[in-house]
């Protein structure tokens, strides 16, 4: 395994971070199976969300009391919007403040490691978030905070209030950044960082966490798939990924470890989310940590043959 550091958190962070999605929600030995595999190789860190509902939090809160409060980073998420009602916004005081407590209750635990935004709310303006944010790091229910699909623009805008008054800004950033570039967001309000946002990242310390690090299934082929094919099917990538295989092929490798690394290998301080199913699947992701790429490769996978 491979590790780093975000601003104001002083635990070295595994590059490969571990989403309960894929966790069995009825079956804590197979879930306890994933993740003790996943802590055997050296991963740390855990993403969860108060939207993805209390299921996933009970698996969690069962495991926390077999293996210790602390046996995981927690990588906690919330505020995320109801789209289509008529109180639909979830970026603020009250809303994170139950959310907040919510995850700590809901997994039987006493703080968060991280509070991360699942979305944003641009007319909601970033000094205010992070106003509430250190409000609930002093009272010592968080330690670290930031947005999950905001945009670079607005994570600067929060960092830089936060430097002005003396306050704890963002120090995480989780888009989607991955090889299989979008035509449309998977779910509403998401985000994937445009090239210029990539360059933005590459000279800051704040983590990149990305989500469906690993291309979402496409790399995988998974072509059937209806979400797939709105997001992922386009000319650009299916070249991209005759490229991937044509490398993997090269250096023995699959193509959605080497996609995988495509993303773990950028100038950026990038951490990448994955959702094994299986501890074979996630023994394949595991791989992709130790697949170095040059700059020229990652150009090539990307934009291929210089003209």
Known sequence: MKYGTVPHFDKQISRLVMGVIPLPQNDNE????????YRAAGGNIIDNSYHYGPGFSVVMKAYYEARGED???RFDKGSHHHYGRENWNRTTREAMDEEIRGNLERQGVSYSDFYVLHRDNEAVPAGEVVEWLNEHKD?????????????????????EYAEKHGLQGFSASSPNLSLALANEPMWTGCSQPTREERAWYATQPVGLFSWSSGGGGFFAHLDEVPDIIRVYHNEINFARRERVEQMAAEKGVSGTQLALAWTLNQPINVFGLIGPRTVEQLEDNLKAVDIELTPEELTWLEDGPVA
């Not at 197979?30 to 595999?37: G, I, P, Q, S, Y």
């Not at 905070?145 to 960092?159: D, K, P, T, V, Y």
Request: aromatic share 10%.
């Open 30 to 37: 197979k879930a306890f199976a994933l993740l003790d595999t």
């Open 139 to 159: 009272a010592g229910r968080i330690k670290a905070f930031g947005g999950s699909n905001w945009s670079a623009a607005r994570i600067a805008e929060a960092n």
């Open 71 to 73: 046996a995981l980073i």
